[in-house]
């Protein structure tokens, strides 16, 4: 089976069946967001703020189907995610079935939950809070940090690669050269520091949660530092607020392009933020299969490629770099689902993003 260069665009394949696949791009991941519940309360969250009830979350026997339906559809990897998977009691058996189906395996976690059963799981994805554990556990809303401390180390006698996975706001934007020697400490390969976005409870608390114009410099010139300190221990990822660089981040590597996700209830969406869109309900595993979701419902293909971008993206040199950026932060910033990101500083509304962008507002308990 052939990858392509060009990231898995415009393709036209074989599927694992022999079968030929249209002309479209296949998925390369799958995230398998297992359920909502989480024992934290991180206010950036980018869950739905209304979620279904826990007794709609997809069975065991659902999940292994999506699981096989993906395998066939070409996917390659994927990401346990949710809310915490780690309460979802049949995880072992779920995270062993897509080894057994030769999926690479990411567990993305907080840390907190049952972690002894690590067989099968290729890649450890943890939530770190702050450096400090007093700021780390007001942030998460619960006493974490030093669960969490332990779990990396259960990660590490269990010889599995570890990313410590940072999001980074205005309570701890400041603090990323403590943040890095922690990660460090902890025996992490990769450090992701990534800047909020805002979806889902981030959405809500944006006004806190946003860090000043002030502190977005300093934090690029933390970046650096930190780079040049830690930069040959781990990898360093540091990922910019769009808000403040005038550039759109490549949503998804593109909507429909490379990756797919399955709620707690099996609907199954380009982005995980997708279902606040307008339009005709998304599809779910419980009426079709993810084969057809993927090439032919109307959600996959609406915003698929880039026949459907308006000015100033239509003839912009980048439309095939970022894609017009993310439709969803399009949407809830102008109303239509469709307009360039005002992330970008081509967009007629971006002079709009610096109200935002002024409004930053610490609570008196992250001080
Ligand atoms: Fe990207 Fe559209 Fe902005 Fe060009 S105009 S940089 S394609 S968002
Ligand atoms: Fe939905 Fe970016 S989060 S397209």
């Not at 998977?85 to 062993?96: H, K, N, T, V, Y």
């Not at 890649?123 to 974490?144: E, F, R």
């Not at 690669?161 to 603090?175: E, F, G, I, K």
Request: glycine share 10%; hydrophobic share 40%; charged share 20%.
């Amino acid at each position: 089976r052939r990858l392509l260069a060009d990231g898995g665009r415009a393709a036209t394949r074989e599927t694992c069946a022999g079968s030929r696949a249209p002309a479209e791009p296949l998925p390369i991941g799958l995230v398998a967001e297992l359920t909502y519940r989480c024992p934290l309360r991180c206010g950036y969250c980018s869950n739905p703020v209304q979620i279904d009830p826990v007794r709609d979350e997809l069975t065991t026997a659902e999940w292994i189907a999506v699981l096989d339906q993906a395998r066939e559809l070409g996917v390659l990897q994927v990401h346990f995610s949710g809310g915490e998977p780690l309460l979802r009691a049949d995880l072992p058996d779920l995270i062993g079935h897509a080894r057994a189906l030769g999926m690479y395996t990411n567990l993305i976690t907080s840390g907190i939950g049952r972690l002894e059963h690590l067989g099968g799981v290729d890649h450890v994805q943890l939530s770190v809070q702050h450096a400090d554990t007093p700021l780390a556990d007001a942030i998460a809303g619960i006493k974490a940090h030093e669960k969490k401390i332990a779990a990396a180390g259960l990660i590490r006698r269990a010889g599995l690669p570890l990313t410590v996975n940072v999001v980074l706001h205005a309570a701890n934007v400041d603090r990323l050269a403590d943040i890095a020697a922690f990660a460090a400490g902890l025996g992490a390969d990769r450090l992701e520091l990534a800047h909020t976005q805002y979806y889902g409870w981030g959405l809500r608390n944006r006004a806190a949660l946003m860090p000043s114009v002030a502190q977005v410099r300093r934090a690029a010139l933390a970046a650096a530092e930190v780079h040049e300190r830690w930069g040959g221990v781990m990898e360093i990822v540091y990922v910019e607020p769009d808000h403040h660089t005038g550039r759109p981040k490549p949503c998804m590597n593109g909507w429909g392009a490379r990756q797919l996700a399955v709620t707690p209830t099996g609907v199954v969406l380009p982005c995980l933020a997708a279902q606040q869109l307008p339009g005709p309900p998304a599809p779910t595993v419980r009426q079709q299969g993810l084969a057809d979701i993927w090439y032919h419902s109307e959600l996959f293909n609406r915003y698929r490629g880039t026949a459907w971008m308006p000015s100033p993206c239509r003839d912009c040199e980048l439309r095939e770099v970022d894609f017009g950026g993310c439709r969803c932060q399009a949407f809830q910033l102008t109303g239509d689902p469709a307009a360039t990101d005002p992330a970008c500083s081509l967009s007629p509304h971006h002079g709009e993003l610096a109200v935002l962008r002024k409004t930053p507002m610490i609570p008196r308990r992250y001080r």
